[in-house]
């Protein structure tokens, strides 16, 4: 493995869980394998892992890009996520409200 799916797999483990990140593991097919590789290494291991911003800040941007662009089925998972990330119920909320207006 690459050190950027090293890194993508600590972030990944630190913020979604590492039960969540087992089954996920868990349940990869020969099919998917390529696709996991790529998000585990380049939103993981290259834009999660970077400490430009803190992990509560990418929390708040994450939820409300993934709002803003209708992916709603990704949303509980990055809601769960918080409890690890540090944003709050209100960060939640806020960044909610920015998409909302």
Do not use: C, Y
Not at 51 to 57: N, T
Not at 60 to 84: Q, S
């Amino acid at each position: 493995m690459s050190e950027k799916h090293d890194a993508g797999m600590a972030v990944r483990r630190r913020v979604l869980g590492e039960a969540h990140v087992d089954r996920a593991e868990a349940a990869k097919t020969p099919l998917d394998a390529p696709f996991q590789e790529m998000i585990t290494e380049g939103a993981w291991g290259t834009v999660w892992a970077s400490d430009a911003i803190s992990l509560r800040e990418r929390s708040m941007l994450t939820l409300a890009l993934l709002a803003a662009t209708g992916n709603f089925e990704e949303i509980p998972m990055h809601i769960r996520a918080t409890a690890r990330t540090g944003a709050s119920a209100r960060d939640v909320a806020e960044a909610f409200q920015h998409v909302a207006v």
